[in-house]
C-alpha cells in the first residue's frame, strides 16, 4: 500500500522500494533477543523518514472516512 502511494503521489520507484522492502525485525529485550522474521516493507526504526512516511500514508484518510461517513 505504502509503495503504490510513494509511487503515484511522488513517481518514486526502485529506490525507495529497495530502502523499505525485504527486511528483517528483531527485539532485544533484557539480554534476550527474540527470532529474526522477515517482512515484506517497513520503515526503518529510528531513521529520519520514518515520520514523513507516516503522513504519507496516512494522508488521505480523512478523504477516505468522509466518503464512507458522508
Given amino acids: ?5 510513494l509511487e503515484r ?3 518514486l520507484r526502485g529506490i525507495v522500494q529497495s530502502y523499505l522492502c525485504d ?5 532485544i529485550y ?3 533477543t527474540s527470532r529474526i522474521i ?10 529520519l523518514l520514518g515520520p514523513r512516511m507516516f503522513i504519507v500514508y496516512t494522508a488521505d484518510l480523512e478523504k ?3 466518503h464512507e461517513h458522508g
Fill in 1 to 5: 500500500m505504502m509503495l503504490l502511494k
Fill in 9 to 11: 503521489q511522488f513517481v
Fill in 23 to 27: 527486511r528483517t525485525v528483531g527485539v
Fill in 30 to 32: 533484557n539480554g534476550s
Fill in 38 to 47: 522477515q517482512v515484506t516493507c517497513s520503515v526503518p526504526q529510528g531513521s
Fill in 64 to 66: 477516505k472516512v468522509d
